[in-house]
């Protein structure tokens, strides 16, 4: 389950940078806050994941 999450979240993330650039560019407040919401949340549900292989063994 590692390797598909660790893709899963690195689109998160990268559809989340993409917002946020989009937003910038326009001058869309909206847009790049919930780009910068989807990486944070990318991130977390990355960490969340690395601690879960630690206690299990995975990767």
Do not use: F, R, Y
């Amino acid at each position: 389950m590692g390797i598909a999450d660790d893709i899963k979240h690195a689109a998160e993330d990268l559809a989340g940078k993409a917002k946020e650039a989009t937003g910038k560019l326009t001058g869309n407040d909206k847009l790049e806050a919930e780009g910068k919401t989807e990486q944070v949340t990318s991130d977390v549900k990355k960490t969340g994941t690395d601690i879960k292989d630690a206690v299990t063994g995975d990767k």
